[in-house]
């Protein structure tokens, strides 16, 4: 039998689960400026990855980076859900929560969306 197949599932399931509370106390201590941690750990394990020798080592490693790299997103878009109110927010930063919800006060009002892509396919009513 070849359990090389779960043994890399399940290391995807925990690097994944483990970025996500590292994404959520980054935003609360840092900011959205914390996606340079999660893009320099990415940049930092593709690199190891490409020098193992083994072959599940390496798949365990670069799917690891990867995950770095899509904390990098998950900073961006939990700062919104903090200003959004999902999230409890940092006291020490209310200040600048307070100014990015006046700057943002339009994208938050209408919720989640993809305003972007309605605006390219003129759909933005």
Known sequence: MNFTGIIVGAAVFLSIGICHPITIKLEYYFGRKG????FVAGL????????????????????????CFWG????????MRVLRGWF???????A???????????I??????????KQKM????
């Open 96 to 106: 600048y929560y307070e100014r990015r919800r006046e700057e943002l006060k339009d």
């Open 72 to 79: 990098v997103h998950e900073v961006v878009q939990q700062e």
């Open 122 to 125: 003129g759909n933005d009513k």
């Open 44 to 67: 930092v394990f593709s690199a190891i990855s490409l020098f193992l020798e083994n072959q599940t080592a390496s798949t365990i490693v670069a799917a690891l980076a990867f995950s």
């Open 35 to 38: 996606w340079c941690v999660f």
């Open 88 to 94: 409890p927010e940092n006291p020490k930063r209310h």
């Open 108 to 117: 938050l009002r209408e919720g989640p969306s993809h305003r972007h892509l």
